[in-house]
């Protein structure tokens, strides 16, 4: 059998399994509740299964391996190390927010501050960063199927439509089933790959080998000999670390769980599994470096792995590979979509103008918003990013600068208020912004992710507003 | 390279910085939850 039907037969047999898991989904969905937060009622292995499959993404996948295939160890400092402490900060949220009977993380803001809308504020927020964010999911299956299939980008893009928007549809049931489909499927695919790699490059001792002689052993230094400044890898990785902490993707997850010890076991699992998925890939990336010596001819690095894999494998094995990066664009993508659809319907929408609102219409306009916001991350994508994982540290940042410390303080200050909260919000996002163009304008790298500053600003802010207008509720009472 | 302790062929220092931040970050969730539990116990006995 030829390349292109061996792909092809995988990829049906992917699709069909999908298509089953993800019509689960659709008989369980009844109610707001079932949609956004699988009515609460979420076991142990789904919730795994769902928080790994979603944090795991297109740039997990294709931005690490090909960044630590051209740069090394360090890479890994600035993204990974700082994804898995931001899940450390979530068990903070695990702790606290089970209290609150939530559909969405802005109803939490709402129910908390008592402002609907900040409610309405944050839920556009989410609308706005999943937007963009899907961009890079969309790219990473259209990289991928576009190689798998052997036919044009902006064509193998649009399948994404397919799978994202039918499994949406399903709400977080759904998305939830065919997330241990996908999670499944993307730990094949790193297994057999890296176990591949090692078998074929002599162990991991030998790879280490190999890479010392490329570029005076940058490869194996935490600074790539210097190429990366220790303050830029520890602020870009407390930018995507922040951005994790406050991201509602997998604060919903806690919401979704069935219990608070579910949800604190599930972060604790998923960390654990999520680092060592990451090894793989690690070793993936050096060894496909430590057996080629010289960069591959790729115009950009999160094509790297696809072409690692499609030329150095038979197409058996390359096709799992190719579909476990196809299960995690999707994995990701179809809980962000769900994500904003929730808001825009139920933070905005409902929130503001109708809140009498029936389950069924709820559903259905739910189900417009994803095809609407689809359409507009595909339109997007056309023209993609350069680099994922830069491009995705600044989407992260806006969660980090608007959510972090209106979510932490208010689960565990008593004295944060509603206009601390929305002053240092806002404050967050006009000094990523300011910085942003600054960076972009001027041309003056300072190296110093913007999230870093924006951050302090808007805890500082919210800290001084937070204690002056409390002491004026005080009085007032 | 050849003057730096090596495991693995992998520098010590590297072993440090970036095998100890990884090991830490992927066990820090897990040591958050127990010590938690634990305050949580003591609360409660209190």
């Keep these: 059998m030829n390349r292109v039907m061996v792909y092809m037969l995988y990829f049906t ?6 298509l089953m898991m993800g019509k689960n989904g659709f008989k369980k969905t009844n109610t707001i509740k079932d949609f956004c937060v699988a009515g609460n009622r979420l076991g142990l292995f789904i919730s795994v299964s769902t928080f790994t499959a979603t944090l795991f993404s297109a740039v997990s996948m294709q931005s690490v391996t090909g960044s630590v295939y051209l740069y090394g160890y360090s890479p890994l400092l600035y993204s990974v190390v700082g994804w898995l402490l931001g ?3 979530l068990i903070f949220v695990a702790n606290r927010i089970r209290s609150y009977d939530i559909a969405t993380v802005p109803e939490y803001f709402r129910i908390r501050y008592k402002s609907n809308g900040y409610q309405a504020f944050t839920g556009m927020i989410i609308v706005l960063c999943y937007i963009l964010y899907i961009v890079i999911q969309i790219k990473g299956f259209g990289i991928v199927v576009s190689e798998l299939l052997d036919i044009n980008y902006n064509v193998a893009i649009l399948l994404i439509y397919l799978f994202v928007v ?9 998305v939830a089933k065919t997330d241990a489909l996908n999670l499944i499927m993307i730990c094949m695919g790193i297994l057999i790959i890296a ?4 078998i074929n490059s002599g162990g991991i001792t030998a790879i280490h080998g190999n890479a010392a002689l490329i570029s005076d052993g940058a490869l194996l230094d935490p600074t790539s000999n210097g190429f990366f400044s220790p303050i830029m890898i520890i602020t870009t990785g407390m930018a995507w670390g922040l951005g994790t902490a406050a991201n509602p993707q997998y604060i919903i997850r806690i919401s979704s769980a069935k219990s608070k010890k579910t949800a604190i076991k599930m972060i604790s699992i998923s960390t654990i599994i999520l680092s060592m998925m990451y090894l793989g890939l690690v070793v993936i990336g050096m060894g496909a470096r430590a057996q080629e010596q010289s960069a591959v001819p790729v115009s950009r690095i999160d094509e790297m792995l696809s072409y690692f894999v499609h030329n150095d494998f038979g197409p058996y094995i390359s096709g799992i590979m190719f579909i476990s990066i196809i299960a995690a664009s999707i994995s990701t993508a179809n809980s962000q979509l769900l994500l904003l659809a929730g808001s825009f319907n139920y933070d905005v929408y409902r929130n503001l103008f109708k809140k009498d609102i029936s389950n069924d219409k709820f559903l259905n306009m739910n189900r417009l918003v994803i095809f609407i916001a689809g359409t507009v991350s595909l339109i997007l994508s056309i023209n993609p990013v350069e680099t994922l994982l830069i491009y995705g540290s600044y989407v992260w940042s806006i969660f980090s600068v608007t959510y972090l410390c209106p979510l932490y303080g208010g689960l565990y200050w008593k ?14 996002m006009v000094v990523l912004l300011f910085l942003y163009l600054f960076n972009n304008i001027s041309g003056f ?10 951050t ?22 | 390279m050849t003057e730096q302790m090596m495991l693995l062929g992998l520098p010590a220092k590297t072993w440090l910085i970036v095998g100890g931040l990884y090991i830490v970050a992927a066990f820090l969730p897990t040591i958050i939850a127990v010590a938690l539990s634990h305050a949580k116990k003591e609360e409660d006995n209190e």
């Design chain 1, 13 to 18: 047999i992917y699709t069909v399994l999908l």
């Design chain 1, 87 to 89: 899940c450390s900060l």
């Design chain 1, 166 to 174: 039918y499994t949406s549809f399903g709400g977080l049931f759904s």
């Design chain 1, 195 to 198: 176990a591949a790699v090692l």
């Design chain 1, 415 to 428: 004295k944060a208020t509603r206009e601390g909260a929305v002053v240092s919000s806002i404050a967050g």
């Design chain 1, 445 to 454: 790298e300072t190296m110093i992710h913007p999230v870093l500053p924006a």
């Design chain 1, 456 to 477: 302090f600003v808007s805890a500082v802010v919210f800290y001084a507003v937070s204690r002056r207008t409390y002491k004026q509720e005080g009085l007032e009472a």
